[in-house]
């Protein structure tokens, strides 16, 4: 072969011979640039399927999107459990209180009642019986087979749905109304654990090998990665089609759902959780020492955090780097006190760039971020560093160790004029903490600049703030250099692939799984590190629907086949 | 006295609403502001809002020499005091407190049954309306005509100037004058303050400088002292936030532009007609000041204290403090006649006066402006008040609350 | 652990699946004349609960200096001197780490809790009021109830890790949940079962009967929390089979009325005032028997209480605030747990308020009072200090001062549970394991 094409080369003339050298050369040339800039995804590793709690607002999208916004949610909400820095994490290994349960059930009871009211019932019934005491077995059959597909993420089985119907049976004879049986049959559902829980599914395969989800839980994933909600009917339509065993199926959905509306909320809601703003519910400032902080303010300051990611990141495309030395945001006038800032538009939102000498260059310069990392009546640069390191670099702090030698401290406290860099310097010469607090302070030396509130501020307690601290070697002596080290900090964007993926599967990340990550990564940078680029990789990855059966779990049924009211209706 | 000639007052307005024009321009792009960060100067301008506002008044007089013959009263007293006032023998303290009551109603009015409060210049003289003539009574102010009048012949005419507690002399303040003899407004009396109205966003009061380079000393800042489009920012204990935004009202007459200096770190303006809103009991007032000025210390950290003295139209006196006879509804149409004449009845008989009373006394003891025949049509009155950092923005739109 | 297992838990949620419909009330008889508990021949129920303040204590203002039944209160146990006789004072008794990382405010609380110390807040075992409420919290409407005073949802009570039990923060919503939908008025006396209840109770079954369905196809760890989600419906099963029936009357009880508090944050006063509110509502809600257990957290194990303007809290002070020359302790810190103890004084003036049988509720409760750490600027977790209150109906003695001697806290959390009905005889792990009943508690 090779012999053949080196006679025929022999034979062709001169210019011809130069033009084959070169076109192939090019070739190869351009195949080492796809080489070398798009990498090949790594084989699927997988991890476990998982079982995850639905979140306040994933219950919430539910509900509005299956029975309309307008229906009221009167249960209460335990707080969220966190897991790796993320509640998307914890919710595949939250467990589930009696408070919950019970609360669950009010909005269960609440949620029911409201759909099949007499006001309400006609927009999800088009039967009924002629006499309301008796009981329509197929209309029953109709509404709970199709309340219950979108419900439960997947079409019901035969038995599951005969079950609801003869609940509802029974309940219509017990309390002589149909509608009212039938409103204890969809309340039966909305208690179900198959409502409140993603179950996954895995499709045929053996214990231990790689496999890939269900379709329905595959429709699953994308949907509550993509849209924080459940999947609509077009996605379980794709679902029970096939579509979504082929890659094109799935880009195709993945286009569609980040065209959606729910898109720029579910990208807010992965920002809100990765921020940890749940904690807010329990953040209170001294009202004598901020008096211009109340609850309404810290709601405004998170929308006014989550605003200018959406904008940055949706809106411009923008760089996820640059969110650490953005200058623009918005506010609101409640905000302009806080920021000392005017506000011209007297409701809503003022679009605004700080300028370069403002001190406000970046997230982390926000009233939301500063707020939250402070104590109620002061700054803490140790809290605020800590959070710096977990939140935006992915690194962990120990737990600081309990047998601490606070005597340097105490001695420092009574002295006038302390600032907070006075008091945290002993923590530096006490090896026992230094450890710990050489990472933390001195990047939080920097938010010094603000004070437990957020306002801008050059003196505490009548002495000059020093703000230079140190970032991993890259040492600043503002609050703009710190947002540079930030950004230009290489953990910066692969914590943010990381959190990403984790927050998709619900789980930590595996040892296996690394390779992926490293691919993500390295995609990331080619996007210019847009985060609609990486969640589109990670939606269409093999990766994201691999998963490893553990052992000691055996094949679950593939609901499909089973199907009681047809697929695709 | 330095008047302002109507046409130059047209003028200044033409120059206000452009430069407010600018300044919209200026705020109010369809893109972003830009931010930057600073304390209270920021371009040569500071704003404040005032934050305690309230009549500057003397020491309590009533039960003193100043008041020789007792508090002024109102109709339900006066009546009580006439034969017919009389308690008989037998009657209830239900029945007797009606029938006063009744009394005082009936001597409200003319006989033809025209209400005095609206029209106080057809009641008789009222006797039982006390006046404070003391000429030791003290007030605090601003000197506003440049004279210390304490001739024989103020003394007679009432138009006697004060000494302040801080050494000021010549003070103007003929208001204290005609209400201090009144109970309500004693120093635990409820007309004395009345800025819980500020509180709830019924109306407000701006100062910005501009042109400033120093708080402590600069030989010349413009001013401008106007109505507060917006309600006041506050925090949970509800106090007044400092470095909130806030919008000047965009008519004309709710803002002045004057002059000034500071000197030592005290602020001292030039004259200026200004004009604010009030409203009472859910009627819509104008509260006008004419010749305006301020007195105030300036702190280091923002915060103006002093006085806002001028002299107001007697008859607007009487219908923002008295008879509401101009109160106007959020729609900008005159009140409800019978909540307008409830009130001025109802608040008489409450603070103790009359309305044809302090009609008297207003127009007795004006002391400002005076018509070609030489009667005076305007009363001095001094305001004391407060005001902390803010910003202040001009706006596109319609006020936040209705001010018609 | 031997005694009980989760296996026990498990068939205990499986039996209830089981439960039919048919209901037992009809041969039930009213008392009329008020006279319930004697009349009816009802036996007043024991309760248990938990009663928790951080940051410790300063020994010297409150331990006292003589044990046994004679001794005199020290300064922050003097408000106490009303319940002298209704308590026993538990020093010295400590956390054995085993050389496991003590976490700061966590490790001593719930090592004291669970009987086995961890790094962290993910428990290894149950905390013991959630094993008492698996014995004794069956018959009423809730398992426990878990209250907060300052503001955090916090409990320190685990199902499990990943399981905490939140706590309500609002007097308002503590007594919407407890007084509000779904109560009856034990005295009311007219009672008719609401169909629409009988009609839920049988679908909630129902989904209980789903149970083994689901079981089936899910792991190891997703089946422990799937029965947790299964042992709370079943939770709310039997809340409308208590629907179902007459309530027992309840004597001198009266429905309390609605606070419009929603808590107020961690200023020491309004931590206070809302502590009172909540106190009261949940004396009521043990009277009319809507719960047997709860876990009251006075302030978080890291203090969050706070004076009104101060830059510090109770937590920061304690590493900060110097030691005062002439006290010799930290003063400030000593002054937040002054007011922690008249805040426990609260609790038990709102429990003995109430007249129950011939005594009060007091008497028939038993509540385990604990911080999380000795001295809070070490975090020491050797002595942390404890009071039990209450008699538990008899079977607890009180009137005492006991000091543990450096004994492992464990043997105090083995003895409440085996008074409470637990069938326990050894619990904790490592140095913590223990068989030790604290005698000197039991009558």
Not at chain 1, 228 to 257: C, F, I, K, T, Y
């Amino acid at each position: 072969m090779a012999n053949r094409v080196s006679s025929l080369m022999a034979n062709m003339p001169i210019p011809a011979r130069q033009f084959v050298v070169f076109a192939i050369m090019g070739l190869m040339l351009a195949f080492a640039a796809v080489m070398l800039f798009s990498s090949d995804e790594p084989d699927p590793e997988g991890g476990p399927p998982t079982v995850r709690r639905l979140t306040e607002e994933q219950y919430r999208n539910a509900i509005a999107d299956i029975f309309g916004p307008e229906t009221e949610i009167t249960g209460r909400f335990e707080r969220p459990f966190r897991s790796h820095g993320l509640v998307a994490v914890g919710t595949g290994a939250a467990g589930i209180s009696p408070f919950a349960v019970e609360q669950y059930e009010v909005s269960a009871r609440g949620i029911a009642a409201s759909v099949l009211s007499k006001k309400r019932r006609a927009a999800f019934l088009d039967c009924g019986p002629k006499n309301e005491t008796e009981f329509d077995a197929a209309c029953a059959q109709k509404f709970l087979g199709e309340t219950g597909r979108l419900l439960f993420r997947r079409p019901l089985s035969q038995d599951e749905l005969s079950g609801f119907v003869g609940l509802s049976r029974s309940a219509t004879g017990q309390l002589g109304s149909f509608y009212a049986g039938l409103e204890l049959g969809l309340y039966s559902m909305l208690i179900a654990p198959d409502f409140l829980f993603r179950i996954e599914r895995v499709a045929a395969g053996n214990d231990g090998a790689i496999v890939e989800l269900d379709a329905y839980s595959k429709a699953e994933r994308l949907s509550f990665f993509l849209t924080n909600a459940p999947p609509d009917a077009e996605l379980l339509d794709a679902a029970a089609s096939g579509s979504l065993d082929g890659s094109w199926g799935v880009s195709r959905q993945v286009s569609r759902l980040m065209d959606s509306e729910r898109y720029p909320e579910a990208v807010r809601s992965f920002f809100a959780d990765m921020l940890e703003f749940d904690d807010f519910g329990e953040t209170s400032k001294d009202p004598q020492i901020y008096p211009a902080f109340n609850s309404v303010v810290a709601g405004e300051a998170q929308e006014q955090t989550l605003k200018t990611i959406e904008d940055h990141l949706l809106e411009n495309r923008g760089d996820y780097r640059d969110l650490f030395t953005l200058r623009d945001t918005f506010l609101t006038r409640s905000l302009g006190v806080i920021y000392k800032t005017p506000i011209p538009k007297r409701e809503g939102w003022q679009a605004v760039r700080f300028q370069p000498d403002a001190n406000r260059a970046g997230i982390q310069s926000h009233v939301a971020f500063l707020a939250l990392h402070s104590h109620p009546g002061r700054s803490s640069p140790t809290l605020r560093g800590y959070a710096m390191r977990k939140i935006f670099l992915c690194q962990e702090v120990p737990d600081p160790p309990a047998s601490v030698n606070f005597t340097a401290i105490e001695e420092h406290v009574d002295k006038a004029n302390v600032t907070a860099r006075d008091r945290l310097d002993i923590h530096s010469t006490e090896p026992s903490c230094a450890g710990c607090h050489k990472v933390m302070d001195p990047i939080g030396f920097a938010l010094e600049a603000y004070d437990g509130a957020g306002s801008h501020r050059t003196h505490e307690n009548g002495s000059l703030i020093d703000l230079s601290g140190d970032l991993d070697g890259q040492a600043f002596a503002s609050t703009n250099d710190l947002a540079e080290a930030l950004r230009n900090h290489p953990e910066t964007p692969r914590c943010l692939a990381q959190r990403m993926y984790t927050s998709a599967v619900g789980r930590d990340i595996t040892w296996k799984e690394r390779y992926y990550l490293d691919w993500l990564i390295e995609g990331f940078a080619d996007d210019d590190y847009q985060v609609p680029s990486l969640m589109e990789r990670i939606a269409t990855s093999d990766n994201f629907f691999a998963v490893v059966r553990p052992m000691d779990q055996p094949a679950r049924r593939v609901a499909k086949n089973n199907a009681a009211n047809g697929d695709g209706q | 006295m330095a008047h302002k000639t109507a046409s130059s007052r047209l003028w200044l307005s033409a120059i206000a609403i452009a430069a407010g024009g600018m300044a919209a321009w200026w705020w109010w792009p369809d893109d972003r502001i830009s931010a930057e960060s600073g304390g209270l100067i920021r371009d040569g301008n500071a704003s404040f809002i005032v934050t305690k506002f309230a009549y500057a008044l003397g020491p309590d007089a009533v039960g003193t020499d100043s008041c020789p013959n007792g508090p002024s009263k109102n109709v339900a007293e006066i009546f009580s005091e006439t034969a017919n006032g009389k308690r008989r023998a037998g009657e209830t303290d239900e029945a007797y407190g009606e029938r006063i009551e009744a009394g005082g109603r009936a001597i409200s009015n003319a006989p033809d049954g025209r209400n005095f409060c609206v029209n106080p210049e057809i009641a008789p003289l009222d006797p039982n309306t006390q006046i404070m003539l003391d000429p030791k009574a003290q007030a605090g102010g601003i000197d506003l005509d440049g004279k210390n009048s304490r001739s024989k012949s103020d003394l007679t005419s009432g138009r006697l100037d004060f000494a302040a507690a801080d050494g000021t002399t010549g003070v103007d303040n003929q208001f204290w004058r005609a209400v201090g003899c009144n109970r309500s407004y004693q120093q635990d009396g409820p007309s004395r303050g009345f800025e819980e109205g500020m509180y709830v966003g019924e109306w407000g009061i701006l100062i910005s400088l501009s042109g400033v380079d120093d708080l402590e000393n600069d030989s010349d800042v413009d001013i401008t002292i106007s109505a507060n489009a917006d309600p006041m920012m506050l925090s949970p204990s509800r106090e007044a936030l400092d470095y909130g935004t806030y919008s000047r009202d965009r008519e004309p007459r709710f803002r002045g532009q004057t002059s000034g200096r500071i000197e030592n770190g005290v602020l001292v303006s030039e004259p200026v007609d200004v004009r604010f809103h009030y409203v009472v009991n859910g009627m819509y007032l104008e509260r006008p000041l004419r010749e305006a000025r301020i007195r105030a210390r300036l702190s280091a950290d923002g915060v103006m204290d002093g006085y806002l003295a001028g002299y107001t139209d007697v008859v607007e006196l009487y219908d923002f403090q008295f008879g509401y006879r101009t109160g106007k509804d959020a729609e900008g149409k005159p009140s409800d006649e019978a909540r307008r004449v409830g009130s001025a009845n109802g608040a008489a008989r409450v603070l103790g006066h009359t309305c044809q009373g302090m009609w008297q006394s207003l127009h007795k003891l004006a002391d400002g402006h005076p018509d070609k025949s030489g009667k005076f049509t305007s009363i001095s009155t001094q305001y004391k008040f407060e005001a902390r950092p803010a910003f202040v923005v001009e706006q596109s739109g319609k006020n936040a609350k209705q001010t018609k | 652990m031997k005694s009980l297992t989760r296996r026990t838990i498990l068939r205990g949620a499986v039996g209830g699946a089981a439960v039919g419909v048919s209901l037992p009330f009809l041969d039930y008889m009213l008392d009329n004349n008020g006279q319930a508990l004697a009349a009816t021949g009802q036996r007043i129920p024991t309760r248990f609960g938990t009663w928790i303040w951080g940051c410790g204590f300063i020994p010297e203002k409150w331990i006292p200096s003589a044990t046994g039944s004679n001794f005199a209160l020290p300064a922050d146990l003097e408000p106490l001197a009303p319940y002298k006789d209704k308590m026993a004072i538990l020093s010295g008794f400590d956390v054995e780490l085993d050389g496991v990382a003590n976490k700061p405010h966590i490790t001593g609380c719930l090592g004291m809790r669970t009987g086995i110390p961890v790094p962290d807040t993910n428990v290894k075992a149950p905390t013991l009021d959630v094993l008492i409420s698996q014995i004794i919290g069956g018959e009423t409407r809730f398992r426990s109830l878990e209250i907060s005073s300052c503001g955090l949802e916090n409990s320190y009570s685990y199902f499990s890790a990943g399981s905490p039990n939140p706590s309500e923060t609002s007097p308002a919503e503590l007594y919407k949940r407890i007084f509000g939908a779904g109560f009856v008025d034990p005295n009311s006396g007219t009672f008719e079962p609401d169909v629409e209840v009988m009609t839920r109770k049988s679908v909630l079954s129902a989904v209980s009967e789903d149970r083994q369905r689901l079981m089936r196809e899910v792991g190891a760890a997703d089946k422990h929390r799937l029965d947790e989600y299964f042992t709370s419906i079943r939770q709310i099963e039997q809340q409308l089979e208590l629907q179902l029936q007459p309530p027992a009357p309840v004597e001198n009880f009266s429905r309390p009325d609605a606070p419009d508090s929603q808590g107020a944050g961690s200023e020491i006063g309004d931590v206070l005032k809302t502590h009172r509110l909540m106190a009261g509502l949940l004396a009521r809600a043990l009277q009319s028997n809507q719960t047997r257990v709860f876990n009251m957290l006075f302030s978080d194990t890291t203090s969050n209480l706070r004076l009104p303007g101060e830059t510090t809290t109770h937590h920061t002070l304690t590493h900060e605030e110097p030691d005062d020359r002439q006290l010799g302790y930290q003063k400030q810190h000593s002054q937040f747990v002054t007011q922690s103890m008249l805040g426990w004084r609260d609790f038990l003036d709102a429990l003995s308020a109430i007249p129950e049988g011939d005594g009060t509720l007091l008497d028939n409760c038993l509540v385990l009072a604990h911080s999380d750490c000795s001295i809070a600027k070490s975090h020491a977790v050797e002595g942390i200090p404890v009071m039990i209150a209450g008699n538990a109906g008899g079977k607890v003695r009180t009137g005492f001062h006991m000091a543990g001697g450096g004994d492992p806290i464990s043997r105090v959390g083995l003895t409440v549970q085996q008074v409470m009905g637990v069938p326990v005889e050894r619990w904790g792990h490592l140095s913590m394991e223990t068989n030790r009943t604290i005698n000197e508690l039991l009558t």
